[in-house]
């Protein structure tokens, strides 16, 4: 492999590391916040609790930081595009840009919100059942935790894909798109919910409630997953955020290639 297809290789995967941390890493963003509102009206929210759950929630906030700060592979800097792309964006800042990209994650939020409140209710059975208290509050910690999973698991895949398709060591994937990874922040979410509800980690479901919140997850996992979904988020996405874009032509330009990809996504399924 040359320098130039190596080069050419890295940008297609950062093509798709960011489609899918857009919306799978920002969707479970605001998940966490449904838990946190939630959290902080669970008797047991304070001292260590509130502790644990500030430092997921700043563990998020670092993230977003490092996205937009790092000094070596910048994905949100935009004096390192090259002129073709730069020139689709009007004058706009490094931050705006990342809002941008943020903002397809709202839209595949709201657009499977109904299987995030269906996953909810699933939990809060199961809890009721064992008399966890607060069990409909922290039935939506868990939810956030599910979430949180997704997006984990989603960002794993979508490098081994990377390393398999575009034939890329995986240690090179791991050190430029590692900093995408939301692994530190679930970690700490759980350990926040470990600490709010023991009850909720400890007694885990099982039979019908057990099947019925596996497959409250699987529904879940198969809609972020889902190529149109991925497409669909950034295409409306796109339509929203005009002042982004230098003028109205390059936006179009922009739905034009976005809705070609999705297309061709679909054929090959």
């Given at each position: 492999m040359t320098y130039e297809e190596a080069v050419q290789r890295m940008s297609h995967s950062a093509g798709v590391v960011k489609l899918i941390c857009?919306?799978?890493n920002n969707a479970a963003w605001l998940s966490m916040l449904d838990g946190y509102d939630h959290a902080r009206q669970c008797r047991t929210y304070r001292h260590h609790?509130?502790?644990?759950?500030?430092?997921a929630v700043e563990s998020f906030h670092a993230y977003e930081r490092q996205l937009l700060y790092n000094r070596e592979n910048r994905m949100f800097h935009l004096a390192d595009m090259t002129p073709a792309i730069r020139k689709k964006y009007g004058d706009?800042?490094?931050?705006?840009?990342?809002?941008?990209?943020?903002?397809?994650?709202?839209v595949?939020?709201?657009?499977?919100?109904?299987?995030?409140?269906?996953?909810?209710?699933?939990?809060?059975?199961?809890?009721?059942?064992?008399?966890?208290?607060?069990?409909?509050?922290?039935?939506?910690?868990?939810?956030?935790?599910?979430?949180?999973g997704l997006a984990c698991g989603m960002f794993e895949r979508c490098l081994r894909d990377c390393e398999y398709d575009e034939?890329?060591?995986?240690?090179?994937?791991?050190?430029?798109?590692g900093q995408f990874?939301?692994?530190?922040?679930?970690?700490?979410?759980?350990?926040?919910?470990?600490?709010?509800?023991?009850?909720a980690e400890a007694k885990k479901p099982s039979g019908s409630d057990g099947h019925n919140i596996e497959l409250g997850l699987v529904q879940l996992r198969d809609a972020w997953m889902d190529p149109t979904l991925l497409y669909t988020s950034t295409m409306d996405t796109v339509e929203e955020y005009s002042e982004v874009f230098r003028?109205?032509?390059?936006?179009?330009?922009?739905?034009?290639?976005?809705?070609?990809?999705?297309?061709?996504?679909?054929?090959?399924?």
């Open positions: 857009g919306v799978a609790v509130k502790r644990a759950f500030k430092a706009i800042t490094d931050r705006e840009y990342y809002d941008f990209w943020a903002a397809t994650g709202s595949a939020y709201q657009k499977t919100k109904p299987l995030l409140s269906s996953l909810w209710n699933k939990y809060r059975k199961s809890l009721e059942k064992e008399h966890v208290s607060d069990a409909e509050h922290v039935a939506w910690v868990l939810v956030a935790d599910a979430s949180l034939k890329l060591p995986r240690a090179l994937l791991d050190r430029v798109f990874s939301l692994l530190p922040t679930a970690r700490l979410w759980r350990k926040a919910l470990i600490a709010l509800s023991p009850d003028t109205k032509g390059e936006q179009k330009k922009s739905l034009r290639e976005i809705a070609d990809a999705k297309n061709l996504i679909e054929k090959e399924l």
